[in-house]
């Protein structure tokens, strides 16, 4: 074995978490006891004190993310952690964040379900429940670490993604990256980049809360700084106040929607290796892209044609990554910790490109890279 | 004192269109301009006033003022609200909520707020029903009473706000009613200087659906009715439990220091730093 | 930079630790992956239990490799550690062909495998006057037959991890084991080995 030189930490994947966290300039949290979530609740109630931060623990996943809404209003980033039911708690205040354009940092450890399911044990179950778990239309950005370095980036980003496009930023990890410990070389804090919610140019008898800059992202200052303004999850006008416009309503959502959808091109964020020459591609998040990968290279040794995709976004769905290794593969192969739910998207975006198969493990055991690799060599034309 | 049309012109949003949402007769006006009365009294800036309410007619009442506003989901204001207080703890917090809204959809977030302390001024409009939707029974809708979804009676009794707060150990609990205009001046007032979580039971009238119940036929005759049945905690005291069987007691219920969750975590923060 | 377009077949080494709850598996493989950074492997250390806080079934794994590790979790053993019986018979099937068990003499007494190493750890903590510290024994015999990690690094990461009264106890738990775990290995040396030691 040869030995790397530079300076590693071990780092639990909670822990990265809350690393990641504390660079991007978090500094409330709120949070209730969960596993397999809790040490991000844990870690943060030790840290954010030092860090001139706030912590505390809510009654329940609803009113954490209530809190979470709050302080950000009042100009803190903030975030939360779950897990499976108290994701299902926190629906009604993503809805709200999406409508009223707060922003804010979920993070959904995801454990296998429904209901109380198996509390340790891993799953990728919650994936379309990220996307459409609360009511209405509505945009969802969504992000899927496979690595405990990658928790760390990823919650970063969250956090810069959110600030950018105020929205809420959903972290789907699942439990294996969750409690992984794995040695990481920590980012120099100069090297990261950190994001922040725009602020008005105007004076306050200006300033239009939910007016569109142009950029569909309206400023947003702080509560207490003199830009009185209302916040409502009602629908409302360009100054927050509710409406039951035609002219009002329709242009409001369809901004919701298009601040996002405008940037897509920027939103494709994945690793990829030997698609080129791939007659059957592997797409993966989370734990699930670890064993692809050891099994994309060791059926490559076979001298199979293999190639891996591993997603790093899963909302919204790289349409545009997908279309274009779809149309260069064969077949596909989409390993999943549930019953099938990116490969759903997968099927979408598919115009009869070519022919996916699904790979699904629900039984609360990882999926690993023998069983990945036999359906690989199974599925040899 | 302001003249009303002053307070008008200073605390009421001139870019919001009005009229407001509430039927004529409603209490939430009455307790919406004692509100802004007390808040002008006592000289707070209007950039450090946040307003926070819920779901429900009184949901709506953050719109029409000039302060920080937020309206939020319902039973949660409290919640949104400790987040705002604990990130900007100079800022001065307020919540309106209904009875409905307070102590069924939120009565869990309600008994954790004044269990944790943390400072925010709580107003509950308790109107005895739930207005916006039509007139269902609520928390606090008495036993026996014909409401929208109890057409053979309330099945259930109903509880008393005040006292579930004052249990949860609350810095400051009071009741009053619309109609004891000077008193919810006095109580709302205390509320907004207590350090601590306070809570003002602000019983008021829904002329729309609650009148009908208690065979009163006009907002001034259920006003009339608030005064009626009002007794003060004084008086309360000296009287028996049988006595006290369908009267609203005022006053001031509990009035304590306690410490209050941003005061503490202060203290921690500041001796971790060093 | 790495070639990491290979599979680790070959690079891979792969160590779990059972035992119930209590033993300080877990502890013993966040050592066992620290030490491993010391010593400048790629790792990752991944644990599973059951909902008890005390008693049922523990598990540790430290994936070591020269390259980022890629499937996080264990597929063939190379090392397992077992602590008690109910965790050999769990464990033991996923012990790849050619691996090594190592048990407690005490604890487990049925393994069918070729190459058991048998040590006493649980003696060997009550020895040194510390029951709680038949982790710290057990990763004095890992520290002996793993070929990736060495004792100097195990025992700095030890001192760092576990609360300072306790450092001298354990320490002297890890080197018992490690001494009586040499002395087992070089039982299992080729004969030239042996006797050139014996010179």
Known sequence: MRKLTQEQVLLQGNEACVKGALMAGCRFFAGYPITPATEVMEIMAQELPKAGGVFIQMEDEIASLGAVIGASLAGAKSMTATSGPGFSLMQEHIGFACMAEVPCVIVDVMRAGPSTGLPTQPSQADVMQARWGTHGDHPIIALAPASVYEFLELTIQAFNLSERYRTPVIILVDEVIAHLREGIILPALGDIEIEERPQPKVPPEWYLPYGDPGSGVPPMPPFGEGYRYHVTGLYHDVRGYPTTRIDEVEPLIRRLFSKISKDFERLQWFDSFHTDDATITVISYGCVARAAFQAVKEAREQGLKVGFVKLKILWPFMRRTITKILANSQKVLVPEMNIGQISREVKRVNKGECEVATLNKVDGTPITPPEILKMLEEMQP | ?274 | MKDTSKSQKNSRFEIRVAGSGGQGIILAGIILAEAAILDGRHVAQSQSYGAETRGGNSVSEVILSDTEVDYPRAVELDLLVSLTQEACDRNLSDVKKGGRVIVDSDLVHKVFWEAVVSLPFRQIAQNVGEERAINMAALGAIASFCPYLSSTSLTKVMAKRLPPSKVAVNSLAFDEALKLADKLKRGFQPQENREEFEI
């Not at chain 2, 800036?45 to 719109?63: A, F, T």
């Not at chain 2, 739930?130 to 509880?159: A, I, R």
Request: hydrophobic share 40%.
């Open chain 2, 1 to 274: 004192m302001k003249e009303t049309a002053e307070l008008v012109h200073i605390y009421l949003r001139s870019s919001k269109k009005f009229p407001h949402i509430w039927c004529a007769g409603c209490g939430i006006g009455i307790f919406m301009n004692a509100l802004l009365r007390v808040i002008d009294r006592i000289g707070y800036s209007k950039d450090d006033v946040v307003l926070v309410s819920g779901i429900g007619c009184s949901g709506r009442l953050p719109v029409y003022v000039d302060f920080n506003t937020l309206h939020t989901t319902h039973g949660r204001a409290l919640t949104f609200a400790t987040g705002i207080k604990l990130a900007k703890p100079h800022l001065k917090v307020i919540t309106v909520m209904g009875d409905g809204d307070a102590i069924a959809i939120g009565g869990n977030h309600l008994i954790h707020a004044a269990r944790r302390n943390v400072e925010i001024a709580s107003f509950v409009i308790n109107n005895y029903v739930y207005g916006m939707t039509g007139g269902q029974y609520s928390p606090t809708t008495p036993h026996g009473v014909k409401t929208t979804s109890s057409p053979y009676g309330n099945p259930e009794h109903d509880f008393d706000i005040c006292r579930v707060v004052e249990a949860a150990g609350a810095a400051f609990v009071a009741r009053s009613t619309v109609y004891h205009t000077r008193l919810l001046d006095r109580l709302i007032s205390k509320a907004l200087k207590k350090k601590g979580f306070a809570l003002v039971e602000v019983v008021s009238q829904c002329p729309t659906y609650s009148g009908r119940w208690l065979d009163l036929d006009s907002p001034v005759e259920m006003m009339k009715w608030q005064k009626e049945n009002s007794i003060t905690m004084e008086k309360a005291r000296r009287i028996s439990k049988d006595e006290l069987t369908g009267k609203i007691v005022i006053g001031v219920l509990a009035d304590r220091e306690v410490q209050t969750y941003h005061e503490r975590y202060q203290q921690v923060s500041e001796k971790l730093k060093v």
